[in-house]
């Protein structure tokens, strides 16, 4: 059946915004805005957006297992604590790359973060694929592209998808039982003129929903690879959605003002703003990563 019509659910006017996840012990919604240096959390409950400004880029933000959570930073993955807005370093994973920064991430069922890197400037193919787990930061094999998104994982675990946003493409690749990774294989391409695949996430159902950059739109995709839904969006830069709710049925779309002009701008006045639908098929809750705090 198809989803929901999208409805504004908050204003938040973020000139990047991305990274949302549904934290299930609190019943919230977290996001940052990557451009303009904030952490957001917002609360369905009386439709309230909290938000802390941070000195470098933040690319995600995930709960840590016992409290606080994990960002990744422009520079390095560090501990935020909401109670003070205060920071601590965990890892820097790329200090040979100053020109990278981190851009999207999740967990997998075992609580380890899996991550990506960026060329800031977009060009180079500097971006790398990680997981942080209890030997530290591990690249992951994969071929390196300009920027990366996601991963998100299949249900059973058994499947990562990684999105090469410039190269319009999200790749399916087998995790091993031994949580390596096999060849990246070709799941979805996304054709000239729809815009560029941002962050990916998984259902329940194992469909895989994707953000478009420049698309107007947020596409689900079967396991197979064949396009299930479009659900179309009043701005044109869409970046990721997370499923939340006490059903895990909400929808929540982050978007963009980044690369609109003002002409572009005057005609989306919700661009940047943070949008909810509601869907038949439930989404997965977010596994709580489990770090090494220092």
């Known amino acids: ?11 938040v006017g973020a ?8 934290v299930t012990r609190e ?3 977290w996001f940052v805005d990557i451009k303009g240096h904030q952490v ?6 009386d439709a309230a957006l909290t938000s802390w400004s941070v000195a470098a880029q933040p690319g995600w933000i995930l709960p840590i297992s016992g409290g606080g959570f994990a960002v990744g930073m422009q520079c390095g993955i560090e501990r935020f604590d909401p109670a003070d807005g205060s920071f601590a370093p965990i890892v820097v994973p790329e200090a040979h790359l100053p020109g990278n920064r981190l851009n999207d991430a999740t967990t997998d069922a075992h609580g380890r973060i899996w991550f990506g890197s960026m060329d800031d400037a977009e060009a180079a193919l500097s971006g790398a694929l990680y997981t942080l787990d209890a030997r530290g930061v591990v690249h992951s094999g994969l071929p390196e592209v300009a920027i990366t998104n996601g991963p998100a994982f299949s ?3 058994r499947t990562l998808y990684h999105t090469d946003t410039l190269g319009r493409t999200i790749h399916a690749v087998e995790v091993n039982d031994d949580h390596s990774l096999g060849a990246a294989k070709t799941f979805v391409e996304i054709e000239d003129g729809a815009g560029y695949p941002d962050g990916p996430v998984v259902d329940s159902a194992g469909n895989v929903w994707t953000g478009l950059f420049g698309g107007w739109a947020a596409r689900c995709y079967a396991p197979d690879g064949s396009l299930i839904e479009t659900v179309r969006l009043p701005t044109a830069n869409i970046t ?5 709710g ?15 002009d003002a002409t572009a701008l005057a005609t989306q006045p919700e ?5 909810a639908f509601t869907v038949d098929v439930a989404g997965l809750p977010a596994t709580e990563a489990i770090v090494a705090l220092h």
């Open 155 to 157: 249900p059973d675990g």
């Open 15 to 22: 000139m990047l915004g991305e990274g949302p996840v549904w």
């Open 1 to 11: 059946m198809p989803s929901g019509r999208p409805e504004l659910a908050c204003r």
């Open 271 to 275: 661009a940047g703003d943070l949008f």
């Open 27 to 29: 019943q919230t919604l």
């Open 246 to 260: 006490a059903d895990l049925k909400t929808a929540y779309v982050t978007t963009a003002r980044k690369g609109l």
């Open 40 to 45: 957001h959390r917002f609360d369905p409950a």
């Open 240 to 244: 990721k959605i997370a499923f939340g």
